[in-house]
Antibody, heavy 114, light 109 residues
């Protein structure tokens, strides 16, 4: 059974940083590209970032480009999202998802507020 | 403003059929596979349909998908109260990003 478990969310002040993690199991992590998708409270889904299986290809949404960094450690079956210069509008539940968005984690809540 | 356009809400009685539309363009739906997701209240999105019309194992055949040109449609037959949820369409876009519809809230009256 595929499992994706996010962690690292919490309350952070505007301008602060946070690092999200996603622990993967139940499939060969190193063979799959991965994504981060977020959902602001009461809003729809917004794709955040994509990373290929070997980390050779990375894409970002314009809304996070230059502030967020996606990475992965295939030896640890883990996906990461380093979030810097956080803004109020980054408040959301962040999901990791296996490409092509076929499996999703339960999400971790990031709240940016003073 | 979402890249893909869905109706905000649809409703139907138990046992009836409902369809949810998803409209895009040649840069997304027109040249890529469409997926559909079900999000029950307070839970993560769950894949219902992939590659326009394929169902993952465990998804009942009451759920179906189709695509024509730059539009896609999700169909649900034999509606149950447990189907009340938000439904999203999604696809890859030529601008190198995943794009979604704004979501459709299904009410089973």
């Amino acid at each position: 059974e595929v499992q994706l478990v996010e962690s690292g969310g919490g309350l952070v002040q505007p301008g602060g940083s946070l690092r999200l993690s996603c622990a993967a199991s139940g499939f060969t992590f190193s063979s799959y590209s991965m994504n981060w998708v977020r959902q602001a409270p009461g809003k729809g889904l917004e794709w955040v970032s994509y990373i290929s299986s070997s980390s050779s290809t990375i894409y970002y949404a314009d809304s996070v480009k230059g502030r967020f960094t996606i990475s992965r450690d295939n030896a640890k079956n883990s996906l990461y999202l380093q979030m810097n210069s956080l803004r109020d509008e980054d408040t959301a539940v962040y999901y990791c998802a296996r490409e092509p968005l076929i499996d999703w984690g339960q999400g971790t809540l990031v709240t940016v507020s003073s | 403003q979402s890249v893909l356009t869905q109706p905000p809400s649809v409703s139907a009685a138990p046992g009836q059929k409902v369809t949810i539309s998803c409209s895009g363009s040649s840069s997304n739906i027109g040249n890529n596979y469409v997926s559909w997701y079900q999000q029950l209240p307070g839970t993560a999105p769950k894949l219902l349909i992939y590659d326009n019309n394929k169902r993952p194992s465990g998804i009942p055949d009451r759920f179906s998908g189709s695509k024509s040109g730059t539009s896609a449609t999700l169909g649900i037959t034999g509606l149950q109260t447990g189907d009340e949820a938000d439904y999203y369409c999604g696809t890859w876009d030529s601008s190198l990003r995943w794009v979604f519809g704004g979501g459709t809230k299904l009410t089973v009256l």
